[in-house]
């Protein structure tokens, strides 16, 4: 293999950092994990560059190198903003990794990684548009065009978890604080604190996402009821998206995207909100799961 056709992706996350290698049909070389250094730039910053040089070294060939991180870079100021790792904040990582590694890199956030991966060789396939949804502790997604990452003026394409939950009800008004300064964020509903706090709520029971998912599957009423309303709401937040940009398929990621009956049921309620006479758009859970990030990453070099 020559080494324009090795992809290293990586995936910055807040505690850990992964590193995998890709042939170019998607086989996997090599994979690594390491502990993201805590609140520390340079050092994380040295990490991800060693990270690559090891890899090369055991594979004996030089790659191209993508990261997904949390947040966006401006595309004005080529600084990352809005991680939750906040010492990433403010930083030209990419302008600084590619003085470490002396060469390009390609960097971009983790949700158009999720969306990146499963277009290219997940669930995702084949479709022309795909809107990449992450239904885990927060909520976003990424936009897929025929191979392409959306990668708009503000690079913000998809972001639509810190949109109002559509259609409210009136016992949805004004809904509950976001960290993001504002109410009744899609976020505070479909993330798994979301339902969380909607069971506490509406049953006066704290239970987890994966065993109020448990407890419905095994006929528990209230827990199937929370479901239900989740569905419902799930419905009407991708009823929006459907309406703006009409994609092929929607797939589910994050710990939420687990939940079997959501691709049943959510495209029955959706519909009624969808401004047509019928809806082709497929719902459909993600193939590469927790790969995706470092997948996506490996792909923003040119897709299988
Ligand atoms: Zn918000």
Redesign the pocket.
């Known amino acids: 293999m020559d080494d324009k056709r090795l992809r290293l992706g990586i995936d910055l996350g807040g505690t850990k950092i992964e590193i995998v290698a890709l042939d170019p049909r998607g086989a996997e070389l090599l994979r690594r994990r390491i502990p993201t250094p805590h609140d520390d730039y340079r050092a994380t910053l040295a990490a991800l560059a060693n990270l690559v040089r090891d890899a090369e070294r055991e594979l004996g060939v030089q790659g191209l190198v993508g990261i997904g991180t949390p947040g966006s870079i401006s595309r004005a100021t080529g600084l990352l903003r809005g991680c939750n790792s906040v010492c990433l904040n403010g930083r030209p990582l990419k302008g600084d990794l590619e003085a470490e590694l002396g060469r390009e890199v390609r960097i971009t956030n983790d949700a158009n990684c999720f969306a990146l991966s499963e277009a290219s060789d997940g669930a995702g396939r084949g479709a022309g548009v795909v809107f990449g949804a992450i239904l885990g502790t927060g909520v976003g997604a990424g936009i897929v065009v025929h191979g392409r990452i959306l990668d708009g003026p503000n690079a913000i394409a998809g972001e639509w ?2 949109n109002p939950l559509p259609w409210p009800r009136d016992d949805e008004r004004p809904g509950h604080a ?5 109410s009744g ?4 509903w479909l993330s798994g604190p979301g339902i969380e706090r909607d069971h506490h709520l509406a049953a006066h029971a704290r239970l987890t996402a994966h065993d109020i998912a448990a407890r419905a599957a095994n006929g528990d009423a209230a827990c199937a009821a929370t479901l239900s309303r989740y569905e419902e709401r799930l419905a009407r937040a991708l009823a929006h998206v459907i309406n703006i940009l009409d994609p092929d398929a929607i797939v589910l990621g994050g710990g939420m995207s687990n939940v079997d009956r959501l691709y049943a049921n959510v495209p029955k309620l959706w519909g009624a909100w969808v401004f047509s006479d019928r809806v082709d758009t497929r719902l459909l859970r993600n193939v590469h799961g927790d790969s995706s990030g470092v997948r996506g990453a490996a792909w923003l070099w040119g897709n299988p």
């Open positions: 978890g810190h976001c960290f993001c300064g504002r964020c899609i976020e505070t």
